[in-house]
């Protein structure tokens, strides 16, 4: 039977595109979602090559992941202004798989994430997501954008290498040992571009920073014949137009190697799209479905590979500047990725043109944006737990890996969270209750009752779980064979789970023992349900609406 307040399936799984059309859509709101749409795909164009390279793609392949991932992910998505693509958070997962699996394993990998995110959207998993502690967040994103900038850095000083290590331990050495490579010009290219991104932003926010500086650069590197690499020399341009789709390469060896990264893609998808969803709706005071966001990044991920894209997701800065350039609704993000297909079309030839310099200067600037220094700083104050929980997922980020770092942050916040719970929990014992008028208590208690030394009443305060079980538990064990009747007041726990009701069914069974009559006073309906569910039933225990009916009941009958 269906719980009258659970919302249907088509309330958890429509997209928020029906939504919006349902409310009316009309020649108004279409130019206000075209206006939104350009601004992103401006932003999104060299953004999705840079972050393709630095993965260790074609600029091309993140174009097509921005086209055919953005398009599914805002047609089908459980947010109104959600832009997906290639994100910088996936480079370091990404260029992982490449360089062990070849470009095969990587699309491979993306439509096997895609079909376990599509799994957790109807499993409906996204309701968990949020419970990732926001030092773990804040510490793998510092952690990436450490990794994207030391990617960067070959690019950026324009260095000669035979092989760039991937870890960062051994990448740093072999970028000093190549040092006496520098080129000038690169260096020229992508200082000037860092330039123009943080001068427009400074003086010109509205205005398209990162396309018009990779302009700039592409137009001075042609002009000036600068001795740079280029994306005409290292890739031989882009393609005017979307590849036919095809399945991806496949055998069951390869699929069983890249099930690791694929469960890694899902994991840091599953995160940064909610994420994404979570900010906008901060923005507008709107609420997504993160079961039916889930859905759509799964399917995004696929189509993004049958066409030769890799991994798709919610990308908070695309889709904050979607926000602030005033989009309606979903069309926006369909529009972009639109407006980035007509880019293709028209100008794929100038791409070649575009020095790799002047896209690592923009990753370089994407790498330090990422970096949330007030969050960082507020969580350096706020205790030693949250900080050892930061410091530790971003250094596991940085020298081992991204998936066990966000293991071992959530471990370590779920330790330190039940920790503090634990501390919250605590027992009062009173007995007697001599000197104690019922005036001030105001509970109306029996005084002749209260004054027997023979009765005892424990008040309880806090959860009641496993985290305090052995605490609560000791001192709720020191039952005296004079004692007559004992009282447990649960009127302040509002959570027990199995371990506590197992300690109070341990203190039952005692009391039963030593002839000690037991009193359950004011337990909600959880809660007492849960303490029958483990047997604590009369006359084993008797269950009483507050302690002093408890005590009036002991009173009158207990002799």
């Known amino acids: 039977m269906t719980k009258p307040n659970a919302a249907s399936f088509a309330e958890l799984y429509t997209p928020k595109l029906v939504t919006v ?34 993965s260790g793609a074609s600029p091309a392949q993140g174009l ?91 690019e950026l000083f324009g260095l000669t290498l035979e092989h760039e290590p991937g870890a960062l331990l051994g990448k740093l050495p072999a970028l000093w040992a190549a040092r006496a490579s520098v080129t000038p010009a690169a260096v020229a290219v992508s200082v000037g571009t860092v330039a123009v991104i943080l001068a427009l932003r400074r003086f010109r926010p509205h205005w398209p920073g990162m396309l018009i500086a990779v302009a700039l650069a592409a137009a001075a590197t042609a002009a000036l014949s600068l001795p740079v690499h280029t994306i005409g020399g290292q890739f031989g341009g882009i393609p005017s137009g979307l590849p036919s789709p095809r399945l991806p390469a496949f055998s069951l ?22 994420l994404s969803a979570v900010v906008a709706d901060g923005m507008t005071g709107r609420r997504h479905r993160s079961n039916c966001e889930l859905v759509a990044q799964g399917v995004a991920n696929v189509g993004s590979a049958l066409f030769g894209g890799f991994c798709v997701t919610g990308t908070i800065a695309r889709t904050a500047t979607n926000v602030r350039a005033g989009a309606h609704g979903p069309v926006a993000g369909m529009l972009h990725a639109v407006f980035l297909l007509l880019f293709m079309l028209v100008a794929a030839p100038l791409a070649a043109f575009i020095p790799l310099a002047a896209l690592a200067g923009v990753l370089a600037v994407v790498a330090w944006n990422m970096i949330e220094k007030p969050a960082i700083a507020v969580l350096l104050r706020s205790g030693r737990g949250d900080a050892a929980v930061l410091a530790v997922t971003f250094l596991l980020t940085v020298f081992r890996d991204l998936t066990e770092a966000i293991i071992v942050g959530f471990a370590l916040g779920s330790v330190l969270f039940i920790n503090r719970m634990s501390q919250q929990a605590a027992v009062e014992t009173e007995t007697p209750f001599v000197g104690q008028d019922t005036a001030d208590r105001g509970t109306g208690y029996d005084e002749t009752a209260a004054a027997n030394p023979e009765i005892v009443v424990f008040h309880i305060t806090g959860a009641f779980f496993f985290g305090a079980a052995a605490s609560i538990g000791s001192v709720l064990d020191s039952i005296q064979d004079t004692n007559r009747a004992l009282v447990l007041d649960f009127a302040a726990v509002p959570f027990l789970d199995s371990t506590g009701a197992n300690v109070v069914e341990g203190l039952a069974r005692k009391s039963r023992r030593r002839g000690v009559r037991l009193y359950i006073a004011a337990a909600n309906p959880e809660i007492r349900r849960a303490l029958l569910t483990h047997g604590i039933r009369p006359p084993e225990a008797r269950y009483t609406s507050s302690v002093a009916s408890a005590l009036a009941w002991e009173a009158e009958h207990g002799r």
């Open 64 to 154: 097509f992941t921005a086209i055919v991932g953005g398009f599914l992910v805002s047609a089908l998505g459980g947010s109104r202004f959600q832009i997906g693509g290639p994100a910088g958070a996936f480079i370091v997962l990404v260029s992982a798989t490449v360089a062990e699996h070849g470009m095969d394993g990587l699309i491979l990998a993306t439509a096997i994430s895609g079909l376990l995110l599509l799994a957790a959207g109807f499993l409906r998993l996204g309701t968990y997501i949020k419970f990732i502690p926001f030092p773990v967040t804040v510490g793998f994103t510092a952690g990436i954008a450490v990794i994207i900038f030391s990617s960067q850095i070959k």
């Open 253 to 274: 060896d390869l699929a069983t190697q890249v099930l690791p990264a694929a469960v890694a893609f899902t994991l840091l998808g599953a995160i940064e799209s909610l």
């Open 21 to 54: 059309l349902r409310e009316g859509y009309g020649a108004r709101q279409l130019r206000s979602d075209a206006i939104a749409g350009l601004t992103v795909a401006i932003v999104a164009l060299p953004l999705s090559m840079a972050i393709a390279i630095a």
